[in-house]
Structures are given as structure tokens and as C-alpha cells.
């Protein structure tokens, strides 16, 4: 990894995680695709949640910023 996109990583994460919890739960990670990008809508939730639990790599329901970065590229 280029460690000159951290910062622009942790950018992008910090801009989901809107509790500043340090980690992003499904409502945080599904309430910023549905505001931020139109062509997705609540009919098609099925995809983001299929992508939070792909991105979501120890099943805990939250996405830790390390478990981000694969997906940020």
C-alpha cells in the first residue's frame, strides 16, 4: 500500500463514520450511499448490504478502518 493515500483513506472513512466512533455500523454506511450516490436507492439496499459484510471481515457488524482501506483503492 502507498502510504501517501492514508491520509486520503482516513478522509473517506471519517466521512461515513458520522458518530466518530472509529468504526462504521451499517445505518452510518448505508445512510451516507443512499445521500451521496442517486443511483443507488432503498430498492436496491440489498447491494450495500451485501457490500458492508464483504467489506466487514470479522463479522463483528462494523467496519474498522483497516477492514476499509482494501476498498478505498
Known amino acids: 500500500m502507498n ?15 458520522y458518530d466518530k466512533g472509529g468504526m462504521i455500523s451499517y445505518p452510518e454506511f448505508k445512510g ?5 450516490q442517486p443511483f443507488i436507492s432503498n430498492k ?7 457490500l458492508f459484510y464483504l467489506m466487514n471481515k ?5 467496519i474498522t478502518f483497516n477492514e476499509f482501506i482494501p476498498f478505498a483503492r
Open 3 to 17: 502510504d501517501q493515500n492514508l491520509p486520503l483513506y482516513q478522509q473517506m472513512f471519517n466521512s461515513i463514520d
Open 32 to 36: 451516507y450511499f443512499l445521500q451521496r
Open 44 to 50: 436496491r439496499e440489498d447491494v450495500l448490504y451485501m
Open 58 to 62: 470479522n463479522g463483528d457488524s462494523k
